[in-house]
């Protein structure tokens, strides 16, 4: 009991258990009922119930490490809050409240954002689900616990000088008990490796069929050049099993076009296809928007005459590149931006400039409206681009003004992919 009274992350954690989530406040006390609030950006305490009546200040330190530093309670009440909103959601939501935490009237400091695994990770544990988290450090008052028990077996003669390492999965913290019947589960566990060692593989592979199929065509190089082949090389074109060699995939890549994950976005995974592929604006939040919040990738084809006149392109579209590999960046031929620098932290090219040197950047705003002076301030590489504004009542009818923007947005995707290679075989880092 005195480590929960001491413990904000224990406290917190049985709060969740009793279904008496804790207050903020903007004092310690809180005794008038103005002193509560809903905004962490106002708070500055955080008031439990029960075992009773206590506050903690929301930049108290926790136990919870990211980044080989503590995380403070603001953070992790603010990541619980957010268990059941999608990975861009919380990310603008962690932006949005660290601006409005430095704004005058704030309680000061920031948010941190805690990746997919550790917020997964903190969850798990906060419910109940878990008794273990890797990010989680171990009580003071445990490990002297541990310490000292250690140090009365050693004296009784129970154990030896040097401590036993506890059986177990990876990770298992010293001096904590197991309990029997999880110790059998960890007994018939099997040891995974890592994808090196299981590429790696046990038996020696014997690449000598390459070099065979090779002299082939060196054979024949050698004739056209007035040399003879080898007996070798003549040996094998005899033979045309030894010369099956795979052939080059002439499937061409498809272009890639990101979009920003920002919930101010007007352009969304919800509704960007009923705007570049129908040529109409739909809110994403709208019924008649016809894609998904949660959708992680779509794909829309569309024919660029200068491109390839014959086959259409398939282009691909995400709002993260969180999953992209090296050579993906190549494929990039747009990127479509509300002005919010923190949407580049993930990209290759994180700053703005240099971004769009490589890739074409789009920014969509309301007609009449202007322009964010970040945008402008982004240079020719960023096109701005206009739609009316959303009427409930009008719906779809009269929305004929979309189609002439969503043409002159592929018209310099076409142009900005034509000036930097690209063509019937793919890109110009693939040609």
């Known amino acids: 009991m005195e480590s929960v009274l001491i413990d904000p992350l224990l406290n917190l954690r049985r709060a969740i258990a009793s279904n008496e989530l804790p207050i903020p406040t903007t004092s310690a006390d809180a005794t008038a009922p103005t002193d509560t609030t809903d905004n962490l950006a106002l708070a500055t305490y955080l008031q439990f119930q029960e075992p009773n009546h206590h506050s903690y200040p929301l930049d108290t330190e926790t136990r919870f490490i990211s980044s080989d530093k503590p995380v403070d309670l603001r953070s992790i009440f603010f990541a619980w809050q957010k268990k059941d909103v999608a990975i861009p959601d919380y990310i603008a939501s962690a932006q949005q409240l660290s601006e409005e935490l430095s704004a005058p ?23 109940g689900a878990s008794e273990e988290s890797e990010y989680i450090k171990p009580l003071e008052s445990d490990v002297t616990a541990a310490r000292a028990a ?23 913290r010293p001096g904590k008990s197991i ?14 490796g890592d994808r090196n060692t299981v590429l790696r593989g046990i038996k020696p592979t014997d690449f000598s069929h390459v070099r065979k199929s090779a002299e082939v065509f060196l054979g024949r190089n050698r004739h056209r050049s007035g040399q ?21 995939s002439n499937r061409r890549p498809d272009p890639i076009i990101l979009l ?35 959708a992680n990738i779509l794909h829309i084809s569309r024919l660029l005459p200068s491109i390839d006149p014959q086959r259409p392109l398939r282009f691909i579209l995400v709002d993260t590149p969180e999953q992209f590999k090296p050579d993906y960046w190549s494929r990039v031929v747009a990127v479509f931006t509300t ?22 950047g789009i920014y969509v705003g309301w007609r009449g409206e202007d322009v964010p002076s970040t945008v402008k301030g982004w240079g020719r590489g960023v096109i701005s681009a206009h739609v009316d504004k959303w009427h409930a009542q009008q719906g779809t009818q009269g929305r004929w003004r979309d189609r002439e923007v969503v043409e002159g947005i592929w018209g310099q995707v076409e142009e900005s992919m034509r000036i930097k290679g690209w063509g019937k075989d793919g890109g110009p880092a693939m040609r």
Do not use: C, H
């Not at 003879?228 to 080059?248: E, F, G, W």
């Not at 002005?339 to 074409?360: C, H, I, R």
């Open 150 to 172: 250690g140090s009365a077996d050693v004296a009784s003669g129970a154990a030896g000088g040097v401590a036993p390492v506890p059986s177990g999965p990876a990770g298992t």
């Open 179 to 192: 309990d029997p019947r999880l110790q059998e589960i960890y007994n018939g566990e099997r040891k995974m």
């Open 260 to 294: 920003s994950p920002s919930a101010s976005s007007l352009l969304r995974m919800s509704n960007i296809k009923s705007f570049l592929d129908g040529g109409t604006y739909i809110p994403p939040d709208n019924a008649l928007a016809g894609s998904s919040n949660s």
């Open 339 to 360: 002005g919010q620098t923190w949407q580049f932290k993930s990209y290759k090219w994180q700053a703005p400039p240099e971004l769009f040197k490589n890739v074409l």
């Open 228 to 248: 003879q082949p080898s007996a070798a090389a003549t040996a094998i074109t005899a033979n045309p099993a030894l010369v099956n060699l795979p052939k080059k």
């Open 105 to 127: 009237g704030g309680a000061g400091g920031k948010v941190q954002n805690l990746v997919f695994v550790e917020r997964l990770d903190l969850i798990t544990w906060l419910e």
